[in-house]
């Protein structure tokens, strides 16, 4: 029986064609694992009316961790005219199916390295080593909105604030609403997290992304419930910058931050940033992790146009096996991948068509699995 059982999602596009790369490396590492494919994105909403079909998420609980590559999102009105006309007007409605895992499995952390590779001629600056926490499963990615404005939630709102007022000559159907829900629980665990990991690896900085002079609520509590959180760890110097200050910050000086930690939102535009800094999403990996199961998956999109071209750089789904096997306990190998793909951009003689080469998406895994020691 294998050591582990690892579930496969490649899902739309190039996520084929980065995750084929990834079982390059991992062939070449030995690892003792029965992986599982399943099916996930675009092609089972067109073709089911589910993004995520039941099968997928049976097939994770039976799996220690996953393996993800990418899936097409495009708009609620795009979704509905690319269903199978057998499913039209059954009511159904796409959401994101990564999202979706999130939630069923509480994957609260999205944890995103960003490190610049030397070497990389797509590296912002040089030395560039940040780490980011973002909150997976509340925010403003919590995914309760409304459109139109039910008559029952309108009344409520204007009964308990007066901001509403503003509003009172717009129509219930002109008028969409999404909630920033933030719990005292979500806050405190990823704050927890990221303080965890700076301890763990020498870091002295833990910077939370926020905008606690607008959104006095939700911010409000972030904040409150990090200064507890930091009280634990004198060591380390905590903390506050506004989101909109911040994504000016980094850019100008990024080696003085270490550990980022943010809501859902703030998060995934902070990583994004922050990802252009060490070479763009070619080059970027997260985890989505709970406290028993985790999703590792390159951060890019599925770009279809590019699906089959052989032109995707495979380096984001190899960091991402990275990260996987670090997680899974298994150190020396992901030691040796990781040192390998650091080699293999150092020497530059393999480059793919973002990093201005002609490697195809598969010579590049092989090159990495060649330099595995």
């Not at 030395?127 to 139109?148: C, M, Q, S």
């Not at 008559?151 to 007022?165: A, D, F, I, P, T």
């Not at 293999?344 to 003689?349: L, R, T, W």
Request: charged share 25%.
């Amino acid at each position: 029986m294998a050591k582990y059982r690892i579930a496969v999602l490649p899902g739309d596009g190039i996520g084929k064609d980065v995750t084929e790369a990834a079982m390059i490396v991992l062939e070449k590492l030995g690892v003792d694992a029965e992986y599982r494919s399943g099916a996930i994105g675009w092609e089972c909403w067109c073709e089911e009316g589910n993004p995520l079909p039941d099968r997928t998420i049976q097939l994770l609980k039976e799996t220690d961790v996953c393996l993800f590559g990418a899936v097409t999102s495009k708009t609620a009105d795009e979704a509905l005219r690319e269903l199978s006309p057998s499913l039209a007007g059954k009511g159904l409605k796409y959401k994101s199916p990564i999202v979706q895992l999130r939630q069923l499995f509480d994957l609260y952390v999205n944890l995103r390295p960003c490190k610049a590779f030397a070497g990389n001629p797509l590296n912002y600056r040089e030395g560039i080593d940040l780490t980011i926490f973002r909150e997976n499963t509340e925010g403003l990615y919590a995914g309760v909105e409304f459109h139109p404005l039910p008559s029952e939630v309108r009344k409520v709102l204007e009964k308990h604030h007066s901001g509403m007022k503003r509003f009172s000559r717009e129509a219930d159907e002109d008028i969409a609403i999404s909630l920033r829900l933030m719990t005292r629980k979500g806050c405190r665990r990823i704050l927890e997290k990221a303080f965890e990991y700076a301890r763990q690896f020498g870091r002295k900085r833990v910077t939370l992304v926020e905008k606690g002079n607008v959104l006095r609520e939700t911010g409000g509590l972030m904040i409150r419930e990090a200064q507890v959180v930091a009280e634990a760890y004198p060591e380390i110097t905590f903390d506050v910058a506004n989101v909109d200050a911040l994504a000016m910050w980094l850019v100008k000086n990024p080696h003085q931050y270490e550990v980022l930690v943010a809501e859902n939102l703030f998060g995934d535009i902070i990583s994004d940033l922050a990802a252009q800094l060490v070479g763009g999403l070619g080059f970027s990996a997260s985890g989505n992790i709970g406290d028993h199961y985790a999703i590792f998956e390159a951060t890019h999109g599925s770009a279809p146009k590019y699906a089959g071209l052989g032109k995707a750089n495979p380096i984001a789904m190899i960091n991402a096996v990275v990260m996987m096997l670090e997680w899974l306990g298994d150190l020396d190998r992901s030691k040796a991948l990781e040192k390998a793909i650091r080699e293999v951009i150092f020497e530059g003689k393999v480059r793919t068509y973002d990093m201005g080469g002609s490697a195809s998406t598969s010579e590049m895994a092989r090159t990495v699995a060649e330099k595995i020691a």
